[in-house]
């Protein structure tokens, strides 16, 4: 990503609606696995580290993330608390010998050319019936200058990521799209933005709290959904699959 962006991600991730409330709903689904006790956990891409403390609830976490910048960041924010190494999907993933009863990739997986490769590598350092829990960016109609300032590669449907976890091997568990509420809003002012061809020079710009606040309430009032059902159309996918 651009390095601007990692600065900005890092000063808002615990106060921007869209973190918090995707935090909301990630640790929702988490919860919802009924991991073993003393789970090992793996943060693939954990940027500056914002999701470390609330996956700590679950497990002993290792992260790894490609970005120097990013890594020294998330080790500042969660006070060295974290083993943070370096990794590049699908060719280096750190922690050799350790098998994760949980791995996690949270809008990571749209970042990297090797999408099929990466999910293969990720299969073969999980546990027998270990997870594997993904987030990505929906739609490739919605692709727009956001995008590009995050350098990602692509946007999935569910079907082409259910294919492709398939192709893999994986058993897939769980996917469905969220962040459905505000997807009328973010649908349109994607387009917007294609149309004009909008330079994006920042993505996670704070709003004012009352704005904050209420955004926070919508999008994480999916959770229930989220963990419990299938929603038929989002600005995002979030999928479970399984090691078998």
């Given at each position: 990503?651009?390095?601007?962006?990692?600065?900005?991600?890092?000063?808002?991730?615990?106060?921007?609606?869209?973190?918090?409330?995707?935090?909301?709903?990630?640790?929702?689904?988490?919860?919802?696995?009924?991991?073993?006790?003393?789970?090992?956990?793996?943060?693939?891409?954990?940027?500056?580290?914002?999701?470390?403390?609330?996956?700590?609830?679950?497990?002993k976490v290792?992260?790894?993330?490609?970005?120097?910048?990013?890594?020294?960041?998330?080790?500042?924010?969660?006070?060295?608390?974290?083993?943070?190494?370096?990794?590049?999907?699908?060719?280096?993933?750190?922690?050799?010998?350790?098998?994760?009863?949980?791995?996690?990739?949270?809008?990571?997986?749209?970042?990297?050319?090797?999408?099929?490769?990466?999910?293969?590598?990720?299969?073969?350092?999980?546990?027998?019936?270990?997870?594997?829990?993904?987030?990505?960016?929906?739609?490739?109609?919605?692709?727009?200058?956001?995008?590009?300032?995050?350098?990602h590669m692509?946007?999935?449907?569910?079907?082409?990521?259910?294919?492709?976890?398939?192709?893999?091997?994986?058993?897939?568990?769980?996917?469905?799209?969220?962040?459905?509420?505000?997807?009328?809003?973010?649908?349109?002012?994607?387009?917007?933005?294609?149309?004009?061809?909008?330079?994006?020079?920042?993505?996670?710009?704070?709003?004012?709290?009352?704005?904050?606040?209420?955004?926070?309430?919508?999008?994480?009032?999916?959770?229930?959904?989220?963990?419990?059902?299938?929603?038929p159309f989002?600005?995002?996918?979030?999928?479970?699959?399984?090691?078998?």
């Amino acid at each position: 990503m651009d390095p601007s962006a990692y600065t900005e991600i890092y000063e808002v991730e615990n106060k921007h609606w869209w973190f918090i409330a995707r935090r909301k709903i990630i640790e929702g689904v988490i919860r919802s696995l009924d991991l073993p006790p003393e789970s090992n956990i793996l943060e693939l891409g954990a940027g500056t580290g914002g999701n470390l403390e609330m996956l700590s609830r679950f497990g002993k976490v290792r992260a790894a993330e490609m970005d120097d910048y990013a890594r020294e960041m998330a080790i500042k924010q969660t006070g060295g608390k974290f083993d943070v190494q370096y990794g590049c999907c699908p060719e280096i993933i750190p922690f050799e010998g350790v098998k994760f009863d949980l791995i996690c990739m949270f809008d990571v997986l749209e970042h990297i050319f090797e999408d099929v490769e990466t999910l293969s590598a990720l299969k073969r350092r999980l546990a027998p019936k270990g997870r594997l829990l993904i987030t990505v960016p929906a739609y490739q109609w919605m692709w727009c200058g956001h995008d590009e300032f995050l350098h990602h590669m692509r946007r999935y449907t569910s079907g082409e990521l259910s294919r492709k976890l398939r192709k893999t091997g994986y058993h897939v568990r769980k996917i469905t799209y969220f962040n459905s509420l505000l997807f009328p809003l973010a649908a349109l002012v994607r387009v917007k933005d294609r149309l004009t061809s909008k330079k994006v020079e920042s993505v996670n710009q704070l709003p004012s709290p009352m704005l904050n606040e209420w955004l926070e309430k919508i999008f994480a009032c999916e959770a229930r959904l989220v963990k419990n059902s299938h929603l038929p159309f989002g600005v995002s996918l979030l999928a479970i699959a399984e090691n078998t």
